[in-house]
């Protein structure tokens, strides 16, 4: 079984910063990783992703503001978000894809909040 369990979401003011992380129950250096939010009322978003291999990728919205980032020997994935806005309210759930496998996981999500 493989579980994936975020942490670090919370209320912040608009300009502030949050750094999300995701533990894996087990090796995921084999894995490619994510990060996905969904806004209330809204369809589940790609926020960042990183490679295997450690090539990482965020979606233009919070590009410039969102780092991505993995520890294998620690078994994280941490999203470091800088200068938030309002509009990156929402629930942040982790995401692992193993090569060559169809099968997914996602952790319940950590609820990140912007006021204004």
């Known amino acids: 079984q493989v579980q994936l369990v975020e942490s670090g979401g919370g209320l912040v003011q608009a300009g502030g910063s949050l750094r999300l992380s995701c533990q894996i129950s087990?090796?995921?250096?084999?894995?490619?990783m994510g990060w996905y939010r969904q806004a209330p009322g809204k369809q589940r978003e790609f926020v960042a992703r990183?490679?295997?291999?450690?090539?990482?990728d965020v979606a233009d919205s919070v590009k410039g503001r969102f780092t991505i980032s993995r520890d294998n020997a620690k078994n994280t994935v941490d999203l470091q978000m800088d200068r938030l806005k309002p509009d990156d309210t929402g629930v942040y759930s982790c995401n692992a894809r193993p090569l060559l496998s169809s099968v997914e996981y996602w952790g319940q999500g950590t609820l990140v909040t912007v006021s204004e």
């Open positions: 087990s090796s995921f250096s084999l894995s490619n």
């Open positions: 990183i490679s295997n291999t450690g090539v990482a």
